[in-house]
Every structure is written in C-alpha cells, then in structure tokens.
C-alpha cells in the first residue's frame, strides 16, 4: 500500500545521482536502461562508482558489499532500482 512507483525510486534515484556525482544531466535526460558506465553511456568512472556505492546506502540504505555485487547492481538505474526493491525491508 506505501509501496514506492516504480517510476517515483527511478526518478529519485537520478536525482541523487545528480547530485551526489555533480552531473549536468536532468533527471529526464538518464535513461532508466543507460549503461552508467563507457563511452555509450553516462561516462562515470571508478571514483564515480565508489560515490555512487556511498550514495546509495545513504539514501536508499541499500548496502553493496563488494566490488562483484557493484558490477552488477551498478549497471543502470533499472538495475539499481531492482536491487534497492529486492532488499527494502518488508513493509518499508
């Protein structure tokens, strides 16, 4: 019944992006499925994924425990958003 839209933890999640990396992008302007990382993508680098990894446990308490999970969850927002729905606290 609280349970956050789909679109709504998407469009937070781009917003601390933004701020937490200091992009120049707009919200609307990330896709949801955008590679994060490589040229065909957003571009960030590694010391972008460790502020990013930081961001994340502060805003969504979401804790990545290693480089390997960060691989993962650290693709695009889609998979952020997945990994921060699999792990929310039931009734959260």
Do not use: Y
Not at 6 to 19: F, N, P, Q
Not at 40 to 59: F, P
Not at 78 to 83: L, R, Y
């Amino acid at each position: 019944m609280a349970e956050v839209e789909d679109g709504d933890l998407k469009t937070r999640i781009k917003s601390v992006m933004i701020e937490e990396l200091m992009l120049q992008e707009e919200p609307d302007e990330i896709s949801d499925s955008e590679p994060l990382f490589g040229p065909e993508g957003l571009g960030l680098d590694s010391v972008d994924a460790l502020q990013l990894v930081v961001a994340i446990e502060k805003h969504f308490g979401l804790k990545i425990p290693d480089a390997d999970a960060a691989k993962g969850i650290l693709t695009s927002v889609d998979t952020i958003a997945e990994a921060i729905d699999k792990n929310a606290p039931a009734g959260a």
